[in-house]
């Protein structure tokens, strides 16, 4: 699986904007997808999570009720839509993808097996 996100940009506290991640492979579906961040000087972050089953979401506390993770089979494409967006969220971000032979938790980056280039989100105060 190879994976592309775009999206990022400059936005102002309390402005939105929306990822995407344009995956490759025929197996698109069985993979869960998942978005990290990663902010100068600190450790890649979970943000949001959806299983290839299906269910609810999983999302980082920072970004629950602001972050919505959604994903397009057809289009082998994953979106996180950020609202609400704040000075603390500016990192690079970058989508993931979890095959269903991996057990470990896809709160870590250990938990996803494939990742993409990331995309820069700043979001100015």
């Known amino acids: 699986v190879q994976l592309q996100a775009s999206g990022g940009g400059l936005v102002q506290a309390g402005g939105s904007l929306r990822l995407s991640c344009a995956a490759s492979g025929r197996t698109f579906s069985n993979y869960g997808m998942g978005w990290f961040r990663q902010a100068p000087g600190k450790e890649r972050e979970f943000v949001a999570y959806?299983?290839?089953?299906?269910?609810?979401?999983d999302y980082a506390d920072s970004v629950k009720g602001r972050f919505t993770i959604s994903r397009d089979n057809a289009k082998k494409t994953v979106y996180l839509q950020m609202n609400s967006l704040k000075p603390e969220d500016t990192a690079v971000y970058y989508c993931a993808a979890r095959s269903p032979s991996n057990g470990g938790s896809y709160y870590y980056t250990s938990g996803m097996d494939y990742w993409g280039k990331g995309t820069q989100v700043t979001v100015s105060s």
């Open positions: 959806f299983s290839w089953t299906g269910g609810n979401p």
